[in-house]
């Protein structure tokens, strides 16, 4: 088992106890970063986690619990997150929410729910972190959508979201430079949704694929790793979508 340094640098990713957000958090751990794995409702699924990264670096990764969605839950998960190793570096803000909003039927509830999610924890907790990140130089990078740049239909709201994302890495690039970065990454289609797809609409998906294949997490994830440490890029959103944004 190596032992972790003290000065290893420190990322808190938001929605990380499974799917993208998990492998962010296993290709950041390579980088020798320490990872704070936050989950809602994913207790045992973040813990299998945390136990996984520790055993291969010893106190190397935490895990805090946090519903997004409430204000105040977002300020204590940015205190809890700094209390966790004494310093934080990187920010990366991957949770999200994504379902359904066909215009006729939206509920202020359903409205809320993505909104909160998807664009209001986002930036109160670059906020809440602002003093932290950049007494370290440290970045922001947030998981942001092709369809944030181009609609999905019956999405309304999920693509506003996701458009409002995008807005933000760019203000608070602006604001909080120079000490901080903040960047966005866009992913496409990346592993197909836990909802079934028919072949005819996996097939219609890829058709709209410059590269013709789906991609993977690890895609994303090495673009997160790029852009933490590029120290000359700011305010900018890569799309990583196998060229879909330019056939939608």
């Known amino acids: 088992m190596i032992t972790v340094k003290k000065n ?3 990322a808190l990713i938001t929605g990380s106890a499974n799917r993208i957000g998990a492998c962010i958090a296993r290709h950041l751990h390579q980088q020798d970063y320490r990872v704070i794995i936050h989950y809602h409702s994913s207790a045992e699924t ?11 670096r010893a ?10 969605s409430e204000p105040e839950e977002v300020t204590q998960l940015a205190e809890r997150a700094v209390k966790c190793f004494g310093q934080l570096d990187l920010l990366v803000n991957n949770a999200s929410r994504f379902f359904a ?7 202020v509830a359903q409205w809320e729910n993505l909104v909160n999610t998807n664009m209001r924890a986002p930036f109160f907790l670059a906020q809440a972190l602002q003093q932290e990140l950049a007494a370290n130089n440290g970045c922001i990078i947030n998981i942001t959508d092709v369809y944030g740049h181009r609609p999905l239909e019956h999405h309304p709201v999920y693509s506003m979201t996701k458009a409002g994302l995008i807005m933000l890495t760019k203000s608070l690039s602006k604001e909080m430079g120079p000490e901080v970065r903040v960047n966005g990454v866009s992913p496409g289609a990346i592993i197909w949704p836990d909802s079934d797809l028919s072949d005819k609409r996996k097939s219609e998906i890829l058709d709209s694929i410059s590269l013709e294949r789906i991609g993977g997490p690890d895609d994303i994830a090495e673009t997160v790793a790029f852009l933490a440490k590029a120290g000359y890029v700011t305010g900018q959103v890569i799309a990583v979508d196998g060229g879909r944004l330019v056939q939608i």
Do not use: F
């Open 59 to 68: 106190s190397s990764a935490d895990a805090v619990k946090a519903n997004l």
């Open 46 to 56: 973040a813990q299998k986690l945390v136990d996984e990264l520790n055993q291969q």
């Open 101 to 107: 909003t066909p215009m006729g039927e939206v509920t």
């Open 8 to 10: 290893n640098p420190v």
